[in-house]
Each structure stands twice: as structure tokens, then as C-alpha cells.
């Protein structure tokens, strides 16, 4: 996958910002990102395939990330990558998260509490809320 080099930087103020809040973004491919995603954290989906959110990417960054952090997330997002072509979200991230277990510091966090994609041109974006606690 060739990415601008600037496409990086962006993730990195991003991820400078949203550690405070506890959610982080992961680049993925454009295409096949669900593959990418599954190698990354060690899992198997089987079954379990992210859906289109319906509602907007505001709305689905406060389901992800929650109701009092969301806001200064977005507007971060919009700002670096602009508003994404489309938002995918799991219907029951629990069943996800569960067969993750712990994620051995090779992923932004230990514990993972929910995910999203956003889908723009040349990559994809996963929203990522959770702790290290």
C-alpha cells in the first residue's frame, strides 16, 4: 500500500490528540482493510462483518468513543482527513472484542471497547476506543 507521507504525520497529530481522550485511529488499506484489520489483531470475523452506520460520522464517533469526548474528536478527524465516503461499524462489537483478548501492545490499546471504519479514496481509517489500563 503506497501512502503519502503526509497521510502519516496526519495520523500522528491525530493520535497525539486522541490518546487523551482513549481512542487512537489505525491506517488500513483501502481495499480488503477488513483482511488487514483481522491479521492485525490476530482474529478471525467469520460471522462477524462490518455493516454501513446509517446515521453521520459524528453520530457514529459518539457511539465509538462516547457522548462527552466525541465532539473534539471529529472535528479533529474533519480537519486532517476530511469527512470520510463512508463509516462501517460492527453490529455487535462484544463478540469482536471478546475473541480479541489482549492485544500484547502491538495495538494501540490493551483492552478495546469498540471500532469503526471510515472509508475514504486511497485508505481507510479505524477508529479505535479503549485503554491501557
Do not use: W
Amino acid at each position: 500500500m503506497f501512502i503519502d507521507e503526509s497521510l502519516y504525520i496526519k495520523i500522528n497529530i491525530f493520535n497525539d490528540t486522541a490518546s487523551r481522550y482513549e481512542a487512537a485511529v489505525h491506517l488500513l488499506p483501502a481495499e480488503n482493510y477488513l483482511k488487514e484489520f483481522c491479521n492485525f489483531y490476530e482474529v478471525n470475523t467469520g460471522t462477524q462483518k462490518p455493516l454501513p452506520y446509517q446515521g453521520s460520522f459524528h453520530e457514529a464517533l459518539k457511539e465509538v468513543c462516547g457522548d462527552d469526548v466525541y465532539k473534539p474528536l471529529a472535528e479533529k478527524a474533519e480537519s486532517l482527513f476530511g469527512v470520510p465516503k463512508r463509516v462501517m461499524m460492527f453490529e455487535d462489537i462484544g463478540k469482536l472484542t471478546d475473541e480479541m483478548g489482549g492485544c500484547d501492545g502491538a495495538a494501540p490499546f490493551y483492552i478495546v471497547f469498540d471500532f469503526m471504519f471510515c472509508e475514504y479514496d486511497n485508505f481507510t481509517l479505524c477508529f479505535i476506543s479503549g485503554t491501557n489500563n
